[in-house]
Each structure stands twice: as structure tokens, then as C-alpha cells.
């Protein structure tokens, strides 16, 4: 069975910096790409940013460009995102997802249950 566990959601400050993590189980954490989606209340999920097989190659949404930061770690099976300079419009619940080999912003196999970040003004 596959679980996706985030972690490392919470209240912040405008300015302020959060990181997540999300560690998978029940899967060969290497052969899937990993991404983070968000969704804000009365709004849809979208995505955020991916992370290739070996994180040699990231993906980002246009409005977290320059502000946060993919990483993985394959020998913690963990994957992380680094949220800096955080705005209020990013508050959202933030998804950690799983594909199978393909770094894409849609398609994802597997997805976690989420994790609140709020950012007060």
C-alpha cells in the first residue's frame, strides 16, 4: 500500500520561510518523479513543482519562481520543498504526488493527504 506522508506545514508570518517534506512508502522511491500541487479554499489544486528521478531537473508554477525550492534526498526516500519570502496567497493546502518515471505538472499516481500552510499578513 502506498502512503504518501507530509510534513512541516504551519502558521507563518508574510516574509517568513517553511519547508515540507514528504516521505513515500510502498513504492520504489527512485523510479518516480515527485511533485507538490496546492489548493486554496474555493479554488482548484495546482501545481507547484516537480522533481526529475535524480533531481536533476526541477520544474516550477510561474508564482513560485525565485521563492522556493525542490530537493530530494533517494537514500531518505524523502523529497522537500523550501518555501521562502512567503505571501499570503500562498496559504493553501499543499499535496506531496508520486509519478511513475516522467517529470510532469499533471498524471500523478499517487498523492498525499496534505499539509495547511498559512501565511498572515
Known amino acids: 500500500q502506498v502512503q504518501l506522508a507530509e510534513s512541516g506545514g504551519g502558521l507563518v508570518q508574510a516574509g517568513g520561510s517553511l519547508r515540507l517534506s514528504c516521505a513515500p512508502s510502498?513504492?520504489?522511491?527512485?523510479?518516480?518523479?515527485m511533485g507538490w500541487f496546492r489548493q486554496a479554499p474555493g479554488k482548484e489544486r495546482e501545481f507547484v513543482s516537480a522533481i526529475s528521478l535524480n533531481g536533476g531537473v526541477t520544474k516550477y508554477a510561474d508564482s513560485v519562481k525565485g521563492r522556493f525550492t525542490i530537493s530530494r534526498d533517494n537514500a531518505q526516500n524523502t523529497v522537500f520543498l523550501q518555501m521562502n519570502n512567503l505571501k499570503p496567497e500562498d496559504t493553501a493546502v499543499y499535496y506531496c504526488?508520486?509519478?511513475?518515471?516522467?517529470?510532469?505538472?499533471?498524471?500523478?499516481?499517487?498523492w498525499g493527504q496534505g499539509t495547511q500552510v498559512t501565511v498572515s499578513s
Open positions: 504526488a508520486a509519478r511513475f518515471l516522467v517529470l510532469a505538472d499533471s498524471g500523478y499516481n499517487y
Open positions: 510502498g513504492l520504489t522511491f527512485s523510479r518516480y518523479a
